[in-house]
């Protein structure tokens, strides 16, 4: 089983400052770990994925984020976030195979941009 | 762009009645699913559909609910009597394979009022 602990309920930041979204997961298997993005009145669209290689992993809209195994953490960055950027982010991991496909959420960070 | 559809947008029933949410995955999707939010708490896998059986279910998802793929198209989340702590968004999602890799597309949600 897993479980995906994001640290901040809200996170407000100014226009052009830069962002971290911390998310940490725990898990007794390897996983796949994963962003989403809810914009307001639209579904969770994927901003990113980290499935094997680099530890970097980069997604839409200049978002990247850096898997780190020892910390068990995928935390998402943005040097230089927008108003736009103003939503629910979600981190999610899921097992490799069999039933462990489904995903498992965290209970989302709401990102304001503030001008 | 190919997108998951759901319907309604907001419902609102009385505790005891029946509700079904529909979805409409994306066509040449073969996995579908249920996921739920109550507000304020994390996303929760609800059940898996797969070659129009249930591949997997949460301990959520009792005998109150239901699915099924009734014509090819729909994917449909049946809840037979609908208590308070139903209320939630429900998300519909539907990936092309079945490996964990891929990527999940959800629909906006169909949030369930039970008052």
């Known amino acids: 089983a897993q479980s995906v602990t994001q640290l901040d309920s809200q996170v407000p930041v100014f226009e052009e400052a830069p962002v971290e979204l911390r998310c940490n997961y725990s898990?007794?298997?390897?996983?796949?770990l994963f962003w989403y993005v809810q914009y307001p009145n639209q579904g969770l669209q994927l901003l990113l994925k980290?499935?094997?290689?680099?530890?970097l992993v980069k997604g839409i809209n200049g978002f990247e984020a850096e898997f780190n195994k020892s910390q068990t953490s995928f935390h998402l960055r943005k040097p230089s976030v927008h108003i736009s950027d103003t939503a629910e982010y979600f981190c999610?991991?899921?097992?490799?195979?069999?039933?462990?496909?489904?995903?498992?959420f965290g209970k989302g960070t709401l990102l304001t941009v503030n001008p | 762009e190919p997108e998951v559809t759901q319907t309604p947008s907001h419902q609102v029933t009385q505790m005891g009645q029946e509700v079904i949410l529909r979805c409409v995955p994306i066509?040449?999707?073969?996995?579908f699913y249920w996921y739920r939010q109550i507000l304020g708490q994390k996303v929760e896998f609800l059940v898996s559909f797969y070659n129009n059986e249930i591949s997997e279910k949460s301990e959520i998802f009792d005998d109150q609910f239901s699915v099924e793929r009734p014509d090819g198209s729909n994917f449909t989340l049946k809840i037979r009597s609908t208590k308070l702590e139903d209320s939630a968004m429900y998300f519909c999602?539907?990936?092309?394979?079945?490996?964990?890799?891929?990527?999940?597309?959800f629909g906006e949600g169909s949030r369930l009022t039970v008052l």
């Open positions: 980290y499935l094997s290689g680099s530890t």
């Open positions: 999610a991991v899921s097992g490799l195979r069999g039933s462990n496909y489904k995903l498992t």
């Open positions: 999602a539907s990936r092309k394979d079945g490996g964990a890799s891929g990527e999940l597309f």
């Open positions: 898990s007794s298997v390897s996983v796949y």
């Open positions: 066509s040449n999707h073969l996995y």
